[in-house]
């Protein structure tokens, strides 16, 4: 890449809160993760200067911080949220941030979330896509969630994490395949993603985006499988019932996709073609993913010629500033 950077603005970057990284339960989480990146645990707890100066190295101008899977009840939420918004005051030039809600304990999550934006200064929230137990948030008791995202005028970064038990043995019962391939099957490399997309199928079939048509919904690695699939979907979505807008007016006018750790240029030709450049952002997944790795990604993307350069700023940081208000 010859020519100067663009601004880059990264909104999928993840933090685990000191408060609570030592907790049994947090790291029973993360052991394997921990296990193959000694390195990790460190990268999630600091908000400071390493991060920052990982940033520097890689010409990221501003990151929008957001607290790593798995957090259960309303005071761990409010103590994470908490310490997050210390850690952005001291770097508030550089960094922003996504609260986590209580999403187990959907009473609380508006609430949490208005707390968060109106006093704290968060843009929006990212939660986990279903609640520990297996729970999506499409019935009436998520409602005051959803309405508050929609009069707040921020959006949801809907984000995968770890299947309850049941959906783990019902994706993969075989006792021939080991238990590391059943994980990863599972989580990252395949069931994460096709049940955050599956969630958003279940959101539109249950008419959440209906009752609450200007909620602004972000979905990170390119879509979660949906960008893939949205004609087969859109074709056979009139067999949910009837919905005021089609799924493909929902995903044109309520959904923002994410690059999070996805290094192939690939996917983004598909997505080029079925999904509008206003709704693409550039992120990382750091500190899952490197932000050398993804530098690296929006440098060949510069040079591919699949986007001109009005098309390449829009994916660097315009279409984020103007979603996040930054």
Not at 205 to 233: Q, S
Request: charged residues 20%; hydrophobic residues 40%.
């Amino acid at each position: 890449m010859s020519q100067k950077l663009p601004r880059l603005i990264t909104l999928e970057e993840h933090w685990v809160s000191p408060t609570l990284a030592s907790s049994p339960r947090f790291q029973g989480l993360y052991k394997s993760l921990f296990q193959r990146d000694p390195s990790l645990a460190a990268h999630l707890q600091d908000v400071s200067a390493g991060r920052i100066a990982s940033m520097n190295r890689h010409s990221i101008d501003v990151q929008v911080v957001s607290h790593s899977p798995g957090l259960r009840t309303l005071n761990e939420c409010r103590s994470a949220n908490d310490d997050l918004y210390k850690a952005i005051c001291a770097h508030s030039d550089r960094i922003a941030g996504f609260a986590v809600l209580p999403v187990a304990e959907p009473a609380f999550c508006g609430e949490e979330l208005r707390r968060c934006v109106e006093e704290l200064g968060f843009k929006g929230a990212l939660i986990d896509h279903q609640t520990w137990k297996g729970t999506y948030y499409t019935g009436p008791e998520y409602n005051s969630m959803w309405e508050t995202f929609e009069k707040l005028d921020v959006p949801c970064y809907m984000h995968p994490t770890w299947l309850a038990e049941h959906q783990i043995q019902a994706l993969v019962p075989s006792e021939e395949v080991s238990k590391p391939a059943q994980k990863a099957i599972t989580g990252s490399s395949w069931g994460w993603h096709t049940d955050t997309g599956s969630h958003v199928l279940q959101l539109h079939a249950a008419g959440v985006f209906d009752r609450f048509p200007n909620l602004k919904l972000v979905l990170g690695h390119f879509g979660e499988m949906l960008p893939f699939m949205l004609d087969r979907i859109e074709a056979f979505s009139s067999r949910y019932g009837g919905f005021k807008r089609s799924f493909k007016e929902m995903w044109r006018e309520n959904i923002w996709i994410t690059t999070s750790g996805v290094w192939s240029l690939d996917p983004l030709a598909t997505i080029l073609r079925n999904t509008s450049i206003d709704r693409i952002m550039f992120s990382i997944d750091y500190p899952y993913s490197t932000n050398e790795v993804g530098l690296k990604w929006f440098k060949d993307l510069a040079d591919s010629g699949l986007v001109n350069e009005a098309g390449l700023q829009k994916i660097a940081h315009l279409n984020a500033a103007r979603l996040l208000k930054l």
